[in-house]
Nanobody, 115 residues
Framework: QVQLVESGGGLVQAGGSLRLSCIVS????????LSWYRQAPGKQRELVATITVGGTMNYADSVKGRFTISRDDAKNTLYLQMNSLKPEDTAAYYCNAVAYNIGSWGQGTQVTVSS
């Protein structure tokens, strides 16, 4: 069973930056795609960014130009660099790995952006 462990969340002021990390217990190039999702209180979980095995990246419109998804295959780690953070970015952030249409989730890391 795949394990994903996120870290890097915290409290930051609006305009600040954070980098989230997700360590995967299996070679990440074995997954079709790796993604970051977020869920704010009372809201549905939403897709933030995705990177495919071929390196194609996609972003939610709300984070384009501010967030960057990347991965380090040697470290089996997925990253999310978040710049120019806004209070509406406050949420629990989860990484997700999909292989053969089966997804695995991490436990999440909380990001809180104060105004």
């Amino acid at each position: 069973q795949v394990q994903l462990v996120e870290s890097g969340g915290g409290l930051v002021q609006a305009g600040g930056s954070l980098r989230l990390s997700c360590i995967v217990s299996r070679y990440i190039f074995s997954f079709d795609r790796l993604s970051w999702y977020r869920q704010a209180p009372g809201k549905q979980r939403e897709l933030v960014a995705t990177i495919t095995v071929g390196g194609t990246m996609n972003y939610a419109d709300s984070v384009k130009g501010r967030f960057t998804i990347s991965r380090d295959d040697a470290k089996n780690t997925l990253y999310l660099q978040m710049n120019s953070l806004k209070p509406e970015d406050t949420a629990a952030y989860y990484c997700n790995a999909v292989a053969y249409n089966i997804g695995s989730w991490g436990q999440g890391t909380q990001v809180t952006v104060s105004s």
